[in-house]
T-cell receptor, first 112, second 113 residues
């Protein structure tokens, strides 16, 4: 099964609302990353949080990491229609030869 | 910087034909990854190179798939012979090292009839 599993699978919100997406994983990690994919495009890196970090911010993005619960959340504040995309979490498991394992993604729709 | 470059962007071929996908990573990056994305299986890592050497090819589906990286600025993924179940979007990504931030190309959409 996937190392990183996102929840929910799909999310629909109104522009201006906050969007919260969750990711759970199974094994210990070196870092966890979030990526965005617009329709028909490649993935774009959003943020990386290391295993010894608990929270990180980048613009309207806030990521938390709870290694005791093996989970992470991505919060997008004041969402915009342009945030409509698929969002993936990717984990770098310890001892995994420095390769990332991606979840299946969350489809976020932001209604204007 | 032009980013990761992939060609072709779209490929339609018939079952049994050979398919070659190409990738030029970002200059200076020493890690290169080939992924396959489908609705059913999501994003799968096929093979990972570090300093032009294959480190992990455990994701390569079968012997019909092969990948090479003859130098730091070029890699190919070959499927021979192709089958309809190979239809997917194939992404190439590069990074400065292993599990740091990865930069993805635009992908090659492969359709095998």
């Amino acid at each position: 099964s996937q190392q990183g599993e996102e929840d929910p699978q799909a999310l629909s919100i109104q522009e201006g609302e906050n969007a919260t997406m969750n990711c759970s994983y199974k094994t210990s990690i070196n870092n966890l990353q979030w990526y965005r994919q617009n329709s028909g495009r490649g993935l774009v890196h959003l943020i990386l949080i290391r295993s010894n970090e608990r929270e990180k911010h980048s613009g309207r993005l806030r990521v938390t990491l709870d290694t005791s619960k093996k989970s992470s959340s991505l919060l997008i504040t004041a969402s915009r229609a342009a945030d409509t995309a698929s969002y993936f979490c990717a984990t770098d498991p310890t001892g995994a030869n420095s390769k990332l394992t991606f979840g299946k993604g969350i489809t976020l729709s932001v209604r204007p | 910087d032009a980013g990761v470059i992939q060609s072709p962007r779209h490929e339609v071929t018939e079952m049994g034909q050979e398919v070659t996908l190409r990738c030029k990573p970002i200059s200076g990056h020493n890690s290169l990854f080939w992924y396959r994305q489908t609705m059913m299986r999501g994003l799968e890592l096929l093979i990972y190179f570090n300093n032009n050497v294959p480190i992990d090819d455990s994701g390569m589906p079968e012997d019909r798939f092969s990948a090479k990286m003859p130098n730091a600025s070029f890699s190919t993924l070959k499927i021979q012979p192709s089958e309809p179940r190979d239809s997917a979007v194939y992404f190439c990504a590069s990074s400065l090292g292993g599990a740091t931030e990865q930069f993805f190309g635009p992908g090659t959409r492969l359709t095998v009839l």
